[in-house]
């Protein structure tokens, strides 16, 4: 099972929006997985996996991280907040190096924290015995942590502050008088953190710096800086840690945000929203109109010109003609035909049918792959309309960049396509059998007539034969089987060309339904399948958007 879909099931039974969202999310990413780039993909694979092991380690404590640069007065915040000296400050602590970390409850968050990565030794546990705070800022559930300054000059310190933020459930930035406006802290978190405005508080430390009167504006004056920069409905809060003002005002936030237990779900729908729009930006969102009648009826056109089917179903019709008549027709006539060259001949054609479906479809013909290629082409661009660019590709590369093994596959239709080339039909030998009788008729009866023509020049005798129906019968033979000829060449030809076109019409159904069988399964169904898959991805990434 994926993290993602792990996480969904800790979720289930408490938020269904976020269990849906995740599930959404986790049928994107597999949708998606070798057609997006990994480093896309990942921070959602990795966020499936954090949520899993934060729940089910703890899912009744909040994870609040308070981070802020140097001077800010961060680490006497949170002394202020756990009323104990825990974080040096001034002096002998100028920078926040390391995090600290201060559990409110009588059973700590240890398990919580090592997976977190902080050492035992810079963990706290708040025992609520040592707690004289009222109701409303009694911080039970709580789990604060001390970041390490974000304008520290170490890198470690920038990376560990970094790592540690993924983990909180609520961010507060802790901002001084002197540097509220600083673009440092601005431009490279709080503004690219504006998708998580839901789970961050703002805190104007050190208050007590700036005399009564102009308070409330400075405080208007950071509100307006978070609205500019996307986050108009963040909390801004006045305090001094030295002097405790506006301390309990923090806590009650604090309280009522543990008590609705919305944080951790809060923020992961948060980074849901933020992994999920990034997916979407790369993969796109867009409903695509998919293969129509007219698309697939457009390729098994292409594919079979590609084949060349038209052009051996016209040489099948004329070359049945001319077999037939070679079996049918009147002996000269047979005789003079056999000067002319047969049509399928002409395409580089022998008699047998494995030669026939050879020379029918040349398997390395560059006009036969161009042909193929642009009908597969001309459907993957009308298919993967709106689509975002790795989706294209792979549509691509399911249907044009396999076009020599389409081409392949042509032939090998082609190739166990019964033609029919050697079956000569039965009555064509019935009716040759004739014209040869009628031939050998029209020979007697000439060859008599002939005979009794020398006989009378020589004065010798020749006998005539009887007469049949008053005419002699070497006329009768010699007329008979020239005329029997012919009218039975003229009508076995009418009866030819049906033959032909029957067979033309069966050759051509059989190729149509091989080279479509082609389309489908080297073309269509791989296109369908990437257009499928994509519709789940779609499907998911719209769900986890929310």
């Given at each position: 099972?994926?993290?993602?879909?792990?996480?969904r099931q800790v979720f289930e039974g408490t938020r269904a929006d976020v269990s849906?969202?995740?599930?959404?999310?986790?049928?994107?990413?597999?949708?998606?997985?070798?057609?997006?780039?990994?480093?896309?993909?990942?921070?959602?694979?990795?966020?499936?996996?954090?949520?899993?092991?934060?729940?089910?380690?703890?899912?009744?404590?909040?994870?609040?991280?308070?981070?802020?640069?140097?001077?800010?007065?961060?680490?006497?915040?949170?002394?202020?907040?756990?009323?104990?000296?825990?974080?040096?400050?001034?002096?002998?602590?100028?920078?926040?190096?390391?995090?600290?970390?201060?559990?409110?409850?009588?059973?700590?968050?240890?398990?919580?924290?090592?997976?977190?990565?902080?050492?035992?030794?810079?963990?706290?546990?708040?025992?609520?015995?040592?707690?004289?705070?009222?109701?409303?800022?009694?911080?039970?559930?709580?789990?604060?942590?001390?970041?390490?300054?974000?304008?520290?000059?170490?890198?470690?310190?920038?990376?560990?502050?970094?790592?540690?933020?993924?983990?909180?459930?609520?961010?507060?930035?802790?901002?001084?008088?002197?540097?509220?406006?600083?673009?440092?802290?601005?431009?490279?978190?709080?503004?690219?953190?504006?998708?998580?405005?839901?789970?961050?508080?703002?805190?104007?430390?050190?208050?007590?710096?700036?005399?009564?009167?102009?308070?409330?504006?400075?405080?208007?004056?950071?509100?307006?800086?978070?609205?500019?920069e996307g986050l108009p409905d963040v909390p801004v809060i006045g305090v001094s840690?030295?002097?405790?003002?506006?301390?309990?005002?923090?806590?009650?936030?604090?309280?009522?945000?543990?008590?609705?237990?919305?944080?951790?779900?809060g923020r992961l729908g948060s980074d849901l929203s933020h992994v999920a729009q990034?997916?979407?930006?790369?993969?796109?969102?867009?409903?695509?109109?998919?293969?129509?009648?007219?698309?697939?009826?457009?390729?098994?056109?292409?594919?079979?010109?590609?084949?060349?089917?038209?052009?051996?179903?016209?040489?099948?019709?004329?070359?049945?003609?001319?077999?037939?008549?070679?079996?049918?027709?009147?002996?000269?006539?047979?005789?003079?035909?056999?000067?002319?060259?047969?049509?399928?001949?002409?395409?580089?054609?022998?008699?047998?049918?494995?030669?026939?479906?050879?020379?029918?479809?040349?398997?390395?013909?560059?006009?036969?792959?161009?042909?193929?290629?642009?009908?597969?082409?001309?459907?993957?661009?009308?298919?993967?309309?709106?689509?975002?660019?790795?989706?294209?590709?792979?549509?691509?590369?399911?249907?044009?960049?396999?076009?020599?093994?389409?081409?392949?596959?042509?032939?090998?239709?082609?190739?166990?396509?019964?033609?029919?080339?050697?079956?000569?039909?039965?009555?064509?030998?019935?009716?040759?059998?004739?014209?040869?009788?009628?031939?050998?008729?029209?020979?007697?009866?000439?060859?008599?007539?002939?005979?009794?023509?020398?006989?009378?020049?020589?004065?010798?005798?020749?006998?005539?034969?009887?007469?049949?129906?008053?005419?002699?019968?070497?006329?009768?033979?010699?007329?008979?089987?020239?005329?029997?000829?012919?009218?039975?060449?003229?009508?076995?030809?009418?009866?030819?060309?049906?033959?032909?076109?029957?067979?033309?019409?069966?050759?051509?159904?059989?190729?149509?339904?091989?080279?479509?069988?082609?389309?489908?399964?080297?073309?269509?169904?791989?296109?369908?399948?990437?257009?499928?898959?994509?519709?789940?991805?779609?499907?998911?990434?719209?769900?986890?958007?929310?």
């Amino acid at each position: 099972m994926s993290a993602l879909a792990d996480a969904r099931q800790v979720f289930e039974g408490t938020r269904a929006d976020v269990s849906d969202r995740l599930a959404g999310l986790s049928e994107a990413v597999e949708a998606g997985h070798g057609r997006l780039e990994e480093e896309v993909l990942e921070p959602a694979r990795s966020l499936g996996g954090r949520a899993t092991e934060r729940l089910q380690l703890s899912g009744d404590h909040t994870i609040v991280a308070l981070a802020g640069a140097t001077g800010s007065g961060k680490s006497s915040l949170f002394n202020a907040l756990t009323d104990l000296e825990l974080a040096g400050v001034g002096v002998r602590r100028p920078t926040t190096s390391w995090a600290l970390a201060c559990a409110w409850g009588p059973d700590g968050a240890s398990e919580l924290l090592e997976w977190m990565g902080i050492p035992a030794r810079h963990q706290v546990s708040r025992m609520s015995m040592l707690d004289t705070s009222s109701a409303e800022t009694k911080l039970e559930g709580l789990v604060l942590l001390d970041l390490p300054d974000h304008d520290s000059t170490e890198v470690s310190h920038h990376l560990e502050m970094e790592r540690l933020v993924e983990y909180a459930d609520l961010l507060i930035w802790v901002l001084d008088p002197q540097k509220y406006a600083d673009a440092a802290i601005h431009d490279r978190y709080i503004k690219p953190m504006a998708a998580y405005s839901d789970v961050t508080l703002v805190v104007l430390n050190q208050i007590d710096r700036i005399a009564y009167g102009e308070r409330d504006r400075a405080l208007n004056d950071v509100r307006s800086i978070l609205a500019r920069e996307g986050l108009p409905d963040v909390p801004v809060i006045g305090v001094s840690a030295t002097r405790n003002d506006g301390i309990d005002d923090l806590k009650r936030e604090l309280v009522r945000r543990i008590k609705a237990k919305k944080s951790a779900k809060g923020r992961l729908g948060s980074d849901l929203s933020h992994v999920a729009q990034d997916i979407a930006e790369a993969g796109g969102t867009s409903v695509v109109p998919g293969i129509g009648d007219v698309d697939r009826e457009a390729v098994e056109l292409g594919l079979l010109d590609a084949a060349g089917v038209p052009a051996l179903t016209d040489a099948v019709e004329a070359s049945t003609r001319r077999r037939a008549v070679r079996h049918t027709g009147w002996p000269p006539i047979r005789w003079l035909g056999r000067f002319r060259k047969d049509p399928l001949a002409e395409l580089g054609l022998e008699e047998d049918l494995s030669a026939l479906a050879r020379g029918a479809v040349p398997a390395a013909g560059h006009a036969n792959r161009a042909q193929a290629e642009a009908a597969v082409r001309e459907l993957s661009q009308k298919a993967s309309v709106g689509l975002a660019a790795p989706w294209r590709e792979a549509v691509v590369d399911a249907s044009v960049r396999r076009t020599d093994d389409t081409v392949a596959a042509l032939d090998d239709a082609v190739l166990g396509t019964d033609l029919g080339r050697t079956r000569p039909a039965p009555w064509w030998h019935v009716v040759g059998l004739l014209q040869w009788v009628l031939f050998a008729a029209l020979v007697v009866g000439v060859v008599w007539l002939g005979a009794l023509g020398i006989g009378s020049l020589v004065s010798a005798e020749v006998p005539g034969g009887p007469d049949v129906l008053g005419y002699p019968l070497p006329g009768v033979l010699a007329v008979g089987g020239l005329v029997g000829g012919i009218v039975l060449a003229l009508l076995a030809r009418l009866l030819v060309r049906s033959t032909a076109r029957s067979t033309a019409r069966r050759v051509e159904r059989q190729l149509h339904d091989a080279v479509v069988e082609v389309a489908e399964q080297r073309v269509l169904a791989p296109v369908r399948l990437e257009l499928e898959r994509y519709a789940r991805y779609r499907a998911g990434i719209t769900r986890a958007l929310g």
